[in-house]
């Protein structure tokens, strides 16, 4: 099968999405490489928000009176059924599915990606995560929950892994300088998709809802539209740096104490299985993850049932006390909290990632580790407390450095693992996300039912859930403390690189483009302003949506 990716035809050209047709040529700004990354995740980044969707499509056949389907229908039976509404858990499994299939899809076709390049798995990707939400429409219309698991589930799933890691690699290469914030700039996006995603669905389904519709499929197939329009452009805007490129005046640094993490060599991604140092890093990224997104799904009543009457300066009354209109304001600011942990949760992985850059990535991580110990023991005590302030807090710093973990990563591998493949590699270390996105939640949902079935008040029944997860982390602490420099012995041999750099189309496009260094074309400064315009504004408008709703939480 290999062979076949390096048959060249004579007199035949590399088609328009091929690697060889994005090779940059002198004079590109590297500038241009992060909004093209960003217009893909802000679009994937929507997963985030799906649960949008829930309420209005819980009550699609009935109306204002949701129609609930008999109690003894099984799953199956509710996945084709058209005569009754669907329950929330049911489409709950959407999230199980996005980023089960975006870690696998993520492992099975990375190394394609490293050979194909960003540009073709971007196109792929609109593709499929678009075409997910089409067919999520019709499925939609014709209330048929099996097609919304089909579209945007699966094929959807797929296509968040492959517009994930599309740009890994590329931006590494461009920025070997600043490998943290190069990726930390792009997966950045993928946290903010939902803070644009759901202001704008709700939007949508408001302006296209009928009294017999809630607006839903119409929805879905404008955000289609919308979406594909960014993800072409981020796919088409994307180009790779020749072989051997540098930035102007940079040299690699010498090998030393401060960077001795940093390595020279590159392991290929059908060996890193074998490689100790990945199953380290891997335990890390899901430890870290399993923690975080075992609490962000539950962030909301938590808040409320932690401090209940007491976000309405009522605090004698417990939760279950509340009348309907307390519980309606609680409830709107807990969705401030939710905003305010999302905005952490973005800013987190610009900020850590690009520390990182300064620290280190293995430092990096045990400030997470250590701090997030301390912090996740804390948590019970500033509730029974009433420190309201001090509990917020506390979530917001662990969000930042969920988030920064996402966006650390990638550098942290390519530094340990060479940055030949490491697009790859990072798309097999997602495995450990899809792990954690089963066994987080789980384990917070599980113990919180078993504590409420023994009576424990609802106010403390998150103290055990918080003392096992700052358990986790010390696990996570050991496994970043073992993690050494890889051992040689793993690296490709000089005649392996030259064979994969051939097979990624690398070595004749290099020759090709440094053949015209005398060109004096530059970017042009209006060129990058626009492309980062085009992705900062509607960022921005999220950003202040979401604060808008966060200052209930202040007020």
Same mark, same amino acid.
């Given at each position: 099968?290999e062979? !076949? ?29 992060p ?11 929507? &997963? ?32 084709? !059924?058209? @005569? ?32 194909? %390049?960003?540009?073709?798995?971007g ?41 994930y890691?599309?740009?890994? @690699? ?12 190069? !990726? ?23 302006? #296209?809802?009928?009294?017999? @519709?809630?607006?839903?499929?119409? !929805? ?11 993800m *072409? ?24 104490? =401060? ?14 299985? %074998? ?29 409320? +049932?932690?401090? %209940? %009457?007491?976000?309405?300066n009522?605090p +004698? ?36 990632? @690009? ?25 019970p ?13 506390? #979530?917001?710093?662990?969000?930042s ?5 996402f ?13 030949? *493949?490491?697009? &790859? ?11 954690a ?6 384990l ?27 358990? *986790? ?6 496994? =970043? ?5 890889? =051992? ?11 064979? +994969?750099?051939?097979?990624?189309? +690398? ?11 005398a ?19 509607p ?17």
């Amino acid at each position: 099968m290999e062979s !076949t990716a390096t048959l060249d035809l004579p007199g035949a050209k590399p088609g328009f999405l091929d690697k060889e047709r994005t090779i940059a040529g002198p004079g590109f700004s590297r500038w241009l490489v992060p909004p093209a990354a960003l217009a893909i995740h802000l679009c994937i980044g929507m &997963a985030y928000g799906f649960s949008v969707f829930w309420l209005p499509l819980s009550k699609a056949v009935g109306g204002a009176q949701p129609l609930a389907c008999p109690p003894d229908m099984s799953l199956v039976a509710e996945l084709f !059924t058209t @005569s009754c509404d669907w329950k929330i858990s049911t489409m709950g499994w959407m999230y199980t599915l996005f980023f089960v299939l975006l870690g696998c899809s993520a492992a099975l076709w990375g190394g394609w990606l490293e050979r194909a %390049g960003p540009r073709k798995a971007g196109v792929v990707s609109a593709l499929c995560w678009c075409g997910g939400l089409v067919i999520s429409a019709f499925g939609v219309y014709l209330h048929q929950m099996w097609m919304l698991w089909l579209g945007s589930g699966v094929i959807g799933g797929i296509g968040l892994g492959l517009g994930y890691i599309s740009p890994v @690699s590329t931006l590494i290469k461009w920025f070997p300088d600043r490998r943290g914030m190069a !990726t930390g700039m792009a997966i950045m996006g993928f946290g903010g998709g939902a803070m644009i995603g759901a202001p704008l669905a709700d939007l949508l389904m408001r302006h #296209f809802a009928t009294p017999t @519709s809630p607006g839903v499929w119409q !929805t879905f197939l404008t955000m289609a539209l919308v979406y594909f329009i960014f993800m *072409m452009s981020g796919a088409l805007g994307y180009r790779v740096p020749p072989t051997g490129w540098k930035p102007e005046g940079w040299t690699a640094p010498a090998k030393h104490a =401060n960077n001795a993490m940093i390595t020279k060599g590159h392991v290929h991604v059908k060996r890193v299985w %074998g490689v100790p140092q990945f199953w380290l890093v891997w335990l890390v990224l899901c430890l870290n993850v399993t923690a975080g997104i075992g609490i962000l799904g539950m962030a909301s009543p938590l808040l409320q +049932e932690v401090f %209940g %009457g007491g976000l309405i300066n009522k605090p +004698e009354l417990g939760f279950g006390q509340l009348d309907k209109a307390q519980l309606a304001s609680i409830a709107a600011i807990a969705a401030g909290f939710t905003g305010l942990l999302s905005l952490f949760n973005i800013g987190g992985r610009f900020f850590w990632a @690009s520390l990182s850059d300064k620290l280190g990535r293995k430092m990096t991580y045990l400030i997470f580790f250590v701090l997030g110990f301390v912090l996740y023991a804390a948590i019970p005590w500033t509730a029974h407390m009433g420190a309201l302030a001090l509990f917020v807090a506390a #979530f917001c710093v662990i969000l930042s450095m969920y988030g920064g973990g996402f966006a650390t990563v990638p550098a942290y591998l390519a530094d340990l693992f060479g940055t030949q *493949m490491v697009g &790859a590699i990072h798309g097999r270390l997602l495995t450990a996300w899809s792990a954690a996105g089963i066994f987080g939640p789980v384990l917070v949902n599980y113990i919180r039912e078993y504590q409420l079935s023994i009576g424990v008040p609802r106010a403390q029944v998150y103290d055990i859930t918080m003392y096992i997860l700052a358990g *986790m982390l010390v696990l996570g602490f050991l496994c =970043n403390l073992a993690i050494r420099p890889v =051992n040689p012995k793993y690296f490709m041999t000089d005649e392996e690189l030259a064979r +994969e750099k051939a097979l990624a189309h +690398e070595r004749a496009a290099a020759a090709e483009t440094h053949g015209v260094g005398a060109s004096t074309f530059r970017t042009p400064a209006a060129l990058v302003l626009f492309a980062w315009a085009c992705v900062g504004i509607p960022l921005a408008w999220g950003i202040w949506i979401t604060l808008q709703k966060a200052v209930v939480l202040f007020h």
